[in-house]
C-alpha cells in the first residue's frame, strides 16, 4: 500500500475516465462500444471492515426473511 501515492490514484482515475470518453465515442459513432473495467485500486481496512459489515446485514436480513434458508437441519430420514 506504501507505493499508493495520490499522483498514482490520479493517474488511475484518468486511465479510467479516458477509457469511458472512448467508449461513448464509439457509441456516438454507432458502434457497439466494448466493456470497461476500472482499474484495480487497493483495498484497505475500511474497505473490508465496510464489507464485513454489508455481508453481515445481508445474511441477517435472509436469516429474517427466508428463515428455512438458514436452518440446517441435523436430522435427516434415513
Do not use: C, F
Not at 5 to 23: A, C, H
Not at 43 to 58: E, F, K, M, P, W
Amino acid at each position: 500500500m506504501s507505493e499508493w501515492t495520490p499522483e498514482l490514484e490520479r493517474l488511475t482515475d484518468l486511465y479510467d475516465l479516458v477509457n469511458e470518453v472512448i467508449r461513448v465515442l464509439v457509441a456516438l459513432k454507432g458502434g457497439k462500444p466494448g466493456s470497461s473495467k476500472p482499474l484495480p485500486r487497493p483495498v484497505t481496512a475500511l474497505d473490508r471492515a465496510r464489507a464485513r459489515r454489508r455481508q453481515s446485514r445481508h445474511r441477517s436480513l435472509v436469516a429474517r426473511v427466508l428463515p428455512h434458508t438458514t436452518q440446517h437441519s441435523s436430522t435427516s430420514p434415513a
